[in-house]
C-alpha cells in the first residue's frame, strides 16, 4: 500500500507522550484517538475526557501515575461522543468520583431505545469501515485523522461512567481542589458539548469543538445533520476568551493567543465559507451533487495545515448541509421517482451492449486509472448480479487504488475496509 504522504505526515500530531501544558497541568496524546487532560489540585484530580477504551485509559493513567498519586475526584466529559467517555472507571479506580456533563449528554453507549427501531446494525457497520476496524497498521490504517491508527481496542466502551452532575446554565463556575474552572456549553460537533476554561492558566479545553483537520460536520459512519451554524457561533465564543494555551479533544494543543485566535477564526471561517458557498448553490437551484463537486475552500483557507482534510471533508459537509436543510430531495423532478438500483443496473447494461462490454469498459477505466469511474460501472454489474466475481474482483482493486490517493483518513479505511469485506465475501 501507498497512503497519501500528506496523511502519513500528518500522524506526528499523534506522537505518544505526556505534555507539561502549565504547573499541574498535563495532557495525554497519542494514546488512543481522543487526548486525556489532568489538573492537579490541592488534594485531588480533574480529568477532562477519558478515552474510548479502558486499555488506552490504563496506559495514560500509568503515566499520569508518575507525576501524581492523588486521587482523581472529579471527571469532565467535553462530550457524549465514544472516544471521549469510555475509560472512565479507569480513571475513577475504586472511588466514586463526580462525572460532570451537560445536562443534553447522550451517550451512544446507553441511549437504547426498545420502543423505536434505529439502524444500530447499519451503524456499527459503517462506524467499523470509517475507523478502519480490522485493518493492519501501518500498511493499511495510517491514522483515524484526528488519532493514531495502532491505538488499543482492547475495553472499547467498557469503562463508561454515567454523569452525576448535569450541568444546566450556560455558564457554570466549578471550583474543586483548588482549582477554578469555568463550563461553558459550546454546541459543535455534538449538540452536548462543554467546554472548560481555567483563566488562572489561560486555557481553554475546547473538546471537539477544534483538530488539527478540516472539521467532521458529517462523519460517514452515520449521523444526525451538525448544526453548522451553532458550530460557528461556539467558535466565536472561543475566540473571546484570548486563551494562550488551546487543549483541544484531537490532536496537539495549540500555544500563544495570536496563534490561537488565527486557528480558531479559520476553523470559523472555512465552515462559513462553506455554508455561504452552499446556500447560494442551493437558491441558483443546484443539487447536491452538482454543489459537492464546486464548494472549495478558499485558497488561503485550503492551504492551511489544520484545515487539510484529514478528518472531515468539504464534499461530505456540502452534501450534509443540503439534506440537514432541504432534505434528500435534490429538487429535479427526475428524482421524485428513480429506478431502483437493479432496474437502472439493467437497462444500461443493455445500451452498453451488454454485461462482458460494460466490464470490458470498467476495466479500461481502471487501467487509465479512472476509478471512481471503474467503482461505478462495475456497481451496475454487481447490481444486476452479471459478472458479478469479476465486477466484485475489480471492485476490490479499484476500491484499494482510490485508498491510496485518499488524503482523508475515514475515507482511506472506508475504501479498504470495504474491499476487504468484498474479497471476504467471495471465499
Known amino acids: 500500500m501507498n497512503p497519501n504522504p500528506e496523511l502519513v505526515a500528518q500522524s506526528k500530531q499523534f506522537e505518544k507522550q505526556v505534555i507539561e501544558l502549565a504547573p499541574d497541568v498535563y495532557g495525554a496524546i497519542g494514546f488512543a484517538a481522543s487526548n486525556v487532560y489532568m489538573l492537579i489540585g490541592d488534594d485531588g484530580l480533574i480529568i477532562i475526557d477519558s478515552t474510548e477504551t479502558t486499555k488506552a485509559a490504563e496506559n495514560i ?6 507525576v501524581t498519586k492523588k486521587p482523581v475526584k472529579t471527571i469532565i466529559y467535553t462530550h457524549s461522543h465514544r472516544d471521549h467517555i469510555s475509560g472512565a472507571s479507569v480513571f475513577a479506580e475504586n472511588n466514586n468520583p463526580e462525572i460532570i456533563a451537560s445536562d443534553n449528554f447522550e451517550s451512544d453507549l446507553v441511549a437504547i431505545d426498545s420502543v423505536h427501531p434505529k439502524p444500530g446494525m447499519a451503524l456499527m457497520a459503517r462506524t467499523k469501515r470509517q475507523f478502519g476496524m480490522g485493518l493492519s497498521f501501518p500498511a493499511e490504517r495510517v491514522s483515524v485523522g484526528v488519532g493514531p491508527g495502532d491505538r488499543p481496542m482492547e475495553g472499547m466502551g467498557a469503562g463508561y461512567m454515567e454523569p452525576t452532575v448535569l450541568i444546566k446554565e450556560q455558564r457554570s463556575s466549578l471550583s474543586r481542589y483548588g482549582i477554578d474552572l469555568e463550563l461553558i456549553k459550546a454546541p459543535g460537533e455534538t449538540p452536548d458539548h462543554i467546554v472548560v476554561w481555567y483563566s488562572a492558566r489561560k486555557m ?53 493567543e495570536d496563534k490561537i485566535k488565527e486557528y480558531l477564526g479559520d476553523y470559523r471561517d472555512a465552515i462559513k465559507s462553506l455554508v455561504a458557498q452552499t446556500v447560494d448553490g442551493m437558491n441558483r437551484q443546484l443539487g447536491p451533487d452538482e454543489l459537492a463537486h464546486s464548494v472549495k475552500l478558499p485558497v488561503g483557507l485550503a492551504e492551511k495545515p489544520y484545515l487539510k482534510e484529514f478528518y472531515g471533508k468539504v464534499a461530505w459537509s456540502v452534501r450534509a448541509y443540503f439534506a440537514g436543510t432541504l432534505g434528500w430531495f435534490d429538487g429535479n423532478a427526475t428524482n421524485l421517482a428513480r429506478l431502483s438500483p437493479k432496474q437502472r443496473a439493467l437497462n444500461t447494461i443493455a445500451l452498453a451492449g451488454g454485461a462482458d462490454a460494460l466490464l470490458e469498459a470498467a476495466n479500461k477505466a481502471a487501467s487509465e486509472s479512472q476509478h471512481q469511474w471503474a467503482l461505478e460501472l462495475v456497481d451496475h454489474l454487481i447490481a444486476a448480479d452479471e459478472e458479478s466475481h469479476a465486477a466484485k474482483m475489480l471492485k476490490v482493486s479499484s476500491l484499494r487504488a482510490m485508498a491510496d490517493l485518499e488524503i482523508n483518513a475515514a475515507g482511506r479505511n472506508y475504501y479498504l475496509l470495504s474491499a476487504q469485506e468484498i474479497e471476504q465475501s467471495l471465499t
Not at 493513567?61 to 508518575?66: I, L, N, T, V
Not at 461556539?234 to 494555551?245: D, V
Open 61 to 66: 493513567f500509568a503515566e499520569f501515575r508518575k
Open 204 to 256: 481553554l479545553f475546547c473538546g471537539d469543538n477544534f483538530y488539527s483537520s478540516f472539521p467532521m460536520l458529517y462523519a460517514i459512519r452515520g449521523t444526525a445533520y451538525r448544526d453548522f451554524n451553532a458550530w460557528v457561533d461556539s467558535l466565536e465564543l472561543l475566540i473571546e476568551f484570548q486563551a494562550e494555551t488551546l487543549a483541544p479533544g484531537h490532536t496537539m494543543p495549540v500555544t500563544g
